[in-house]
């Protein structure tokens, strides 16, 4: 049931456990002076508190515009059955990964919850909660919060530095080294990833020269080689773009095929059908590959 309640009554102490984006609060806002609050703010009504779960970014615009009573619902009169209510009924939209891996954390640390308990409650797999416990285990406190600030990008994170720590032994210490260089620098997802490659796989000389700050330098350089190659003929110049393709989107399946939020029956059939053709191309493929690298290597 909804109701009006004061914003000055309200408990913050969930709000590092979203996501922060100041786009999207931007739009948000203007969104609010024009219309008004459409969705009430979601969280729990204990007797000594009204502890908010969900509508941080709603009661940002809100106070902003010095708004001081809120459209409100109280989703549980208990902080652990209010936190399983709101994974139960966000969808993937509404709470990212990350953010479902900070709440179950606080379910399993706090309330003493096992991840049998947290799945049977949620009614979903012991798999699905223990992919998101994992998760917080991969990163440094550092990188946790540069992410939950929205200094860094979740998804360069979720599906470029855990690419690197898997494929290539690369440990959460030295991923956080390369966040403390890049974070906060107004880099797209893109230009993060290609940074990564060249931290993480190019020269010591690169590698430094990101350290040290010059992080615009070192990204020009990646970028001036990827589309000069003017010693290369185009036919050499198309299979290099092709393996560099082919890099980028093993490391990419790599990843995404750990999320269990792919269920529908469509996906399983089209994806059984694509990843039957690929296993019997493997053999031949793997072969053609090595056969490349030895001849690179020789030459």
């Given at each position: 049931?909804?109701?009006?309640?004061?914003?000055?009554?309200?408990?913050?102490?969930?709000?590092?456990?979203?996501?922060?984006?100041?786009?999207?609060?931007?739009?948000?806002?203007?969104?609010?002076?024009?219309?008004?609050?459409?969705?009430?703010?979601?969280?729990?009504?204990?007797?000594?508190?009204?502890?908010?779960?969900?509508?941080?970014?709603?009661?940002?615009?809100?106070?902003?515009?010095?708004?001081?009573?809120?459209?409100?619902?109280?989703?549980?009169?208990?902080?652990?059955?209010?936190?399983?209510?709101?994974?139960?009924?966000?969808?993937?939209?509404?709470?990212?990964?990350?953010?479902?891996?900070?709440?179950?954390?606080?379910?399993?640390?706090?309330?003493?919850?096992?991840?049998?308990?947290?799945?049977?409650?949620?009614?979903?797999?012991?798999?699905?909660?223990?992919?998101?416990?994992?998760?917080?285990?991969?990163?440094?406190?550092?990188?946790?919060?540069?992410?939950?600030?929205?200094?860094?990008?979740?998804?360069?994170?979720?599906?470029?530095?855990?690419?690197?720590?898997?494929?290539?032994?690369?440990?959460?210490?030295?991923?956080?080294?390369?966040?403390?260089?890049?974070?906060?620098?107004?880099?797209?997802?893109?230009?993060?990833?290609?940074?990564?490659?060249?931290?993480?796989?190019?020269?010591?000389?690169?590698?430094?020269?990101i350290i040290s700050g010059k992080v615009s330098w070192a990204l020009g350089q990646m970028k001036q080689s990827q589309v000069s190659a003017s010693d290369c003929s185009k036919l050499e110049q198309a299979m290099l773009r092709?393996?560099?393709?082919?890099?980028?989107?093993?490391?990419?399946?790599?990843?995404?095929?750990?999320?269990?939020?792919?269920?529908?029956?469509?996906?399983?059939?089209?994806?059984?059908?694509?990843?039957?053709?690929?296993?019997?191309n493997m053999a031949s493929f793997s072969t053609a590959v090595k056969a490349c690298h030895d001849q690179s290597r020789q030459a």
């Amino acid at each position: 049931m909804t109701e009006q309640v004061e914003l000055s009554s309200i408990d913050l102490r969930y709000q590092a456990y979203r996501i922060r984006n100041q786009y999207a609060e931007k739009c948000l806002l203007q969104s609010i002076v024009e219309n008004g609050i459409r969705d009430p703010l979601q969280g729990i009504d204990t007797k000594d508190s009204r502890i908010l779960l969900n509508g941080f970014k709603r009661y940002r615009c809100a106070k902003k515009l010095s708004m001081g009573i809120v459209p409100y619902c109280s989703l549980s009169n208990d902080e652990a059955l209010g936190i399983l209510e709101l994974l139960r009924i966000a969808n993937a939209k509404s709470l990212t990964i990350l953010e479902q891996a900070r709440l179950i954390d606080e379910l399993r640390s706090v309330y003493g919850m096992s991840n049998t308990d947290i799945a049977g409650v949620l009614e979903k797999s012991k798999a699905w909660v223990s992919v998101r416990t994992g998760l917080l285990g991969e990163m440094t406190p550092y990188v946790l919060d540069k992410i939950m600030r929205g200094i860094f990008p979740a998804y360069s994170w979720l599906y470029a530095m855990r690419q690197f720590m898997r494929v290539n032994s690369i440990s959460k210490e030295e991923v956080e080294n390369f966040v403390r260089a890049v974070a906060g620098k107004g880099l797209s997802t893109r230009d993060i990833e290609t940074l990564a490659h060249g931290y993480f796989k190019g020269s010591q000389n690169l590698r430094q020269q990101i350290i040290s700050g010059k992080v615009s330098w070192a990204l020009g350089q990646m970028k001036q080689s990827q589309v000069s190659a003017s010693d290369c003929s185009k036919l050499e110049q198309a299979m290099l773009r092709d393996l560099e393709i082919v890099q980028k989107y093993m490391c990419r399946i790599i990843a995404k095929s750990q999320d269990d939020r792919h269920q529908s029956p469509s996906f399983y059939a089209q994806s059984n059908l694509l990843s039957g053709g690929i296993l019997r191309n493997m053999a031949s493929f793997s072969t053609a590959v090595k056969a490349c690298h030895d001849q690179s290597r020789q030459a």
